[in-house]
C-alpha cells in the first residue's frame, strides 16, 4: 500500500491542529481550566488526535538499509529494561539533583566519542545556554537550589548536552540524516527564527490543552505575579530539550544500536527516554503510572518527535509556548 505523500500528511494535520484549537478554546472559554472538569474526557482525546496526527506528519528520517544486521532480541529487551530500571532508581535515589550530574555525562561522552566540535556548534551551544541560564535567574518554580545556582546550572546542561548530543548523532552517523538537527547550524539565522515560529504555532494546541487541563493551577505556578515571567519559560525550553532529548536520547541509541539497526534502536531510545521523561513531572512513585502515560504520551513524545525528527528550534519553540502559555493564565486566572 502507498504511504500518503508528506503534503497529504502534513494537511491531515492542520486540520486537526485547527479543530484542535477551537475545542479547546471554547472550553478555555467556559471556564473550564481543572483536571476534575467534566470535559476533560473530550481535551484527552482532542489532544491524543492531534499527537498521533503530529507523529504521523513528522516520521522517522531513519529506514531500513540492506547492510543492516538483525535485532539480537533477547539483548535488545535486555538493554530496555536495565536502561529503566536504572533510571528509575536514580530518580527514586537523588531525585532531582540528578540532573547535577548530567553535565558529567555529557562531558565523558564528549572525551569518549573525541568527535570534531566546529565553532560555529560552539558558539551557538554557548549562546543558547547563556539564553537559559539568565532565564533561569528568574525561575520561581524552581526551590531545591537557589536561583544562581540553578541559572549556572542551565548553562553547563545547554552547553555540554547540546555538544554532546550531536557529537554522538555526528558519531553514529545519525547527524547527516537529520536527526537532532540545528535549523541555525544548517541554514542560518533566519531559517532558526521561522522553525521558533512554527514550533510556537504548531504547539498552541498542547499550550491551550495545558490550561483546560489545571496546569496553571497549584501551588507550583503560585510565583508568578508579573506580566513578564510567562517570558521565563524560554529556559526549560531550551535546556529539557538539550538535556532530556539531545542527549539523553542518543545515549541510549548507542546502547542499544550494539544489537539493533538504528531504524529500530533509536525509537526505542527515543520512546523510553520519553516516558521516563515524563516520569520526572510527577509525583513518583506507584501512583504516578497514570500520570506518566497522559503526560508521555501526549506531551513528550511529540516533543521528541519534532526536537530529534524536525529540528531543535521548532521543539524549543513548541516547549516555550507551552509553557508561556501555562504561566500566562496562572497570572491571569489566579495569581493577580
Keep these: 500500500m502507498r504511504r500518503p505523500s508528506a503534503t497529504w500528511r502534513r494537511n491531515i494535520f492542520v486540520a486537526v491542529w485547527a479543530a484542535a484549537n477551537v475545542v479547546l478554546g471554547w472550553q478555555l472559554l467556559q471556564g473550564q481550566h481543572e483536571f476534575s472538569s467534566p470535559g476533560l474526557p473530550i481535551s484527552l482525546l482532542v489532544l491524543l488526535l492531534c499527537t498521533v496526527a503530529l507523529l504521523w506528519w513528522i ?3 531513519l529506514a531500513a538499509e540492506p547492510a543492516d544486521r538483525p535485532t539480537r532480541k533477547g539483548w535488545f529487551v535486555l538493554i530496555v529494561l536495565a536502561a529503566i530500571g536504572l533510571l528509575l532508581a536514580v530518580v527514586t535515589l537523588v531525585g532531582r539533583l540528578l540532573v547535577l550530574a548530567l553535565p558529567v555525562v555529557a562531558v565523558v561522552t564528549l572525551v569518549w566519542l573525541r568527535q570534531p566540535i566546529t565553532r560555529r556548534e560552539a558558539l551557538y551551544a554557548l549562546g543558547l545556554a547563556l539564553v537559559a541560564g539568565l532565564a533561569g535567574l528568574g525561575a520561581g518554580w524552581i526551590t531545591f537550589i537557589t536561583p544562581v545556582q540553578w541559572a549556572v546550572l542551565q548553562v553547563f546542561l545547554v552547553l555540554t548536552g547540546l555538544l554532546a548530543g550531536w557529537a554522538m548523532l555526528r558519531y553514529s552517523g545519525l547527524l547527516p540524516k537529520g536527526v537532532g538537527r540545528s535549523l541555525f547550524l544548517s541554514e542560518g539565522v533566519i531559517a532558526a527564527g521561522r522553525g521558533l515560529g512554527q514550533g510556537i504555532l504548531i504547539g498552541t494546541p498542547w499550550a491551550l ?24 519559560a524560554i529556559q526549560p525550553g531550551i535546556a529539557e530539550e538539550a538535556w532530556g532529548r539531545l542527549l539523553l536520547v542518543p545515549l541510549l541509541f548507542l546502547a542499544l544500536r550494539r544489537v539493533s539497526p538504528a531504524h529500530r534502536a533509536f525509537p526505542a531510545a527515543l520512546v523510553v527516554i520519553g516516558y521516563w521523561f515524563a516520569y520526572l513531572h510527577t509525583s513518583g512513585g506507584p501512583g504516578a503510572i497514570i500520570s506518566t502515560l497522559l503526560i508521555g504520551t501526549l506531551f513528550a513524545l511529540p516533543l521528541s518527535y519534532v526536537c530529534l525528527y524536525r529540528d ?20 491571569i486566572l489566579f495569581n493577580r
Design 59 to 61: 516520521p522517522s528520517p
Design 209 to 232: 490543552g495545558t490550561v483546560v487541563m489545571g496546569g496553571s493551577m497549584g501551588s507550583r505556578e503560585a510565583w508568578v505575579h508579573a506580566w513578564w515571567q510567562p517570558i521565563l
Design 312 to 331: 531543535l528550534e521548532t521543539a524549543i519553540g513548541f516547549h516555550f509556548w507551552i509553557d508561556c502559555v501555562k504561566f500566562a493564565f496562572a497570572l
